[in-house]
């Protein structure tokens, strides 16, 4: 199997590789656990667990549904996937200075597609793949805040436009961003 590793981010720095499967396992773990801190959240009657947990099903939700969204998108349009990394974010320069040197040490989900797979896929294909994951990133924790809000969870007003405006600089920056998944996504549809 021959496995095409990314370029365009050489500044992303790696802790780990798992399997597909394994990858799988801890996001899938990680989004059942942000749904259930998120329904705890509604029911406990302590406000500070209330939002201790509301921003913990954010976070998750944050970290484990990027890299599962391109998987499943790309394993529904027919891309393989060889496995799951686990390091910086890939898009460094997408945050202000000083949130990017944490952001380059937080334990990021990245996947890797097969080379061969990649090369046979449809520019299209490989577009909403690429998009997959900045879009989930943007929409899924914040849906989850909304949800918050709606069911009137201490402090979830304020979070709530706090993740509207983290979903809008998230997909604006990788808008703007050379490496970041929607300058993938172009370079796909101009191929």
Same mark, same amino acid.
């Given at each position: ?19 597909? @499967? ?15 801190? @998120? ?153």
């Amino acid at each position: 199997m021959q496995v095409a590793l990314s370029t365009s981010s050489p500044q992303r720095k790696l802790f780990r590789r798992l399997s597909i @499967l394994a990858g799988n396992v801890i996001q899938i773990a990680g989004l059942v656990a942000a749904c259930g801190a @998120l329904a705890f959240a509604r029911s406990v009657q302590s406000k500070p667990v209330a939002i201790a947990l509301m921003l913990s099903s954010w976070i998750l939700l944050y970290f484990c549904c990027h890299a599962i969204a391109h998987w499943s998108v790309g394993r529904t349009l027919g891309i393989r996937f060889a496995f799951y990394t686990i390091g910086g974010t890939g898009n460094p320069f997408g945050y202000p200075t000083g949130i990017r040197w944490l952001f380059e040490r937080l334990p990021f989900f990245g996947v890797q597609t097969e080379k061969a797979s990649m090369q046979n896929a449809s520019p299209s294909a490989k577009a909403i793949m690429w998009s997959a994951g900045v879009t989930s990133s943007a929409f899924v924790p914040t849906a989850s805040a909304l949800c918050a809000w709606s069911a009137a969870v201490p402090g979830s007003k304020p979070f709530s436009i706090f993740a509207v405006l983290w979903a809008i600089g998230t997909l604006s920056s990788n808008w703007r961003s050379q490496t970041g998944d929607f300058a993938k996504a172009r370079r796909s549809l101009r191929s």
